[in-house]
T-cell receptor
Framework: DTEVTQTPKHLVMGMTNKKSLKCEQH?????MYWYKQKAKKPPELMFV???????INESVPSRFSPECPNSSLLNLHLHALQPEDSALYLC???????????????FGEGSRLTVL | AQSVAQPEDQVNVAEGNPLTVKCTYS??????LFWYVQYPNRGLQFLLK??????LVKGSYGFEAEFNKSQTSFHLKKPSALVSDSALYFC?????????????FGSGTQLTVLP
């Protein structure tokens, strides 16, 4: 069983809707990530939070808005999405030690998003 | 810049036979190398990593990988494949310097183990 929990597992939304994806971990990790993954492709990094502060934004469109309310929670707010945004959205967490030495990520099972 | 290549989109192997999934990398300085596996409709799972030390790294589920600096390779291996090993495998690299805070994933290799 994964120790990173993502909800919902499936989400269908229209292009005018506002929805949120949620991620929770209780491993004491202080780095959390959002990735986007298309079928049979590698995950693409979207955002990285370190100690609850946004440290990497990979030029993601503003219709995706991340939020890290505390060290255990990570949200991704969605608004006015396009059909091409349909994908599996993966949350991950990791330790932050010695300048990110470990690099080992723990992934959730993902939220499969369909934009109509 | 750092990059990783997985030259095979698909690898098929018979159950009980040894398997190899190939990975080559390019990075400035010392590489930190990883293998992840993704089963259908699941997130990625960490299998093993090379940071420093012994060139042969052992990981989860009987997998191992051999770091070869001269060939800049980090191939994933298993002596005897199981049908349940069928999945999508990703190699990943990050530079050893402290400023590299993200992994670069390869394109993935679909492994199918035939009964």
């Amino acid at each position: 069983d994964t120790e990173v929990t993502q909800t919902p597992k499936h989400l269908v939304m229209g292009m005018t809707n506002k929805k949120s994806l949620k991620c929770e971990q209780h491993m004491g990790h202080r780095a959390m990530y959002w990735y986007k993954q298309k079928a049979k492709k590698p995950p693409e990094l979207m955002f990285v939070y370190s100690y609850e502060k946004l440290s990497i934004n990979e030029s993601v469109p503003s219709r995706f808005s991340p939020e890290c309310p505390n060290s255990s929670l990570l949200n991704l707010h969605l608004h006015a999405l396009q059909p091409e945004d349909s994908a599996l959205y993966l949350c991950a967490s990791s330790q932050v030690d010695l300048g990110w030495v470990t690099g080992e990520l723990f992934f959730g099972e993902g939220s499969r998003l369909t934009v109509l | 810049a750092q990059s990783v290549a997985q030259p095979e989109d698909q690898v098929n192997v018979a159950e009980g036979n040894p398997l190899t999934v190939k990975c080559t990398y390019s990075v400035s300085g010392n590489p930190y190398l990883f293998w992840y596996v993704q089963y259908p409709n699941r997130g990625l799972q960490f299998l093993l990593k090379y940071i420093t030390g012994d060139n042969l790294v052992k990981g989860s589920y009987g997998f191992e990988a051999e770091f070869n600096k001269s060939q800049t390779s980090f191939h994933l291996k298993k002596p005897s494949a199981l049908v349940s090993d069928s999945a999508l495998y990703f190699c990943a690299v990050r530079a050893g310097s402290g400023s590299a805070r993200q992994l670069t994933f390869g394109s993935g290799t679909q492994l199918t183990v035939l009964p």
